[in-house]
Nanobody
């Protein structure tokens, strides 16, 4: 049974950086297509970045291109999202899940708040 646990969020000032981590347990990370999603207050959840073995890593919303980078650590079975030059509009709860997502895999997420 696969489980995904997110961590690494926090409060950061505009222009700051954070690195989110998704710990994948149950099976090897290389067996999946995975993604980082986020849900801002009052908005629908959106896919931010995707990763899978042998395919280019993608960041999807134009608003994060060039600032966010997704990467995987096969040895540690973890998925990361490096976020640079954060802006207040990045404030959201960030989740990892498969792509496309599976309902049972939604976890608690990790809160990212960008504010001065």
């Amino acid at each position: 049974q696969v489980q995904l646990v997110e961590s690494g969020g926090g409060l950061v000032q505009p222009g700051g950086s954070l690195r989110l981590t998704c710990e994948v347990s149950g099976r090897g990370i290389s067996l999946y297509s995975l993604g980082w999603y986020r849900q801002a207050p009052g908005k629908q959840r959106e896919l931010v970045a995707t990763w899978s073995t042998g395919a280019p890593a993608l960041t999807l919303p134009n608003s994060v291109k060039g600032r966010f980078r997704i990467a995987a650590d096969d040895d540690r079975n973890t998925l990361h999202l490096r976020m640079n030059n954060l802006i207040p509009e990045d404030t959201a709860v960030y989740y990892c899940n498969r792509v496309p997502p599976e309902t049972p895999l939604w976890g608690q997420g990790t809160q990212v708040t960008v504010s001065s």
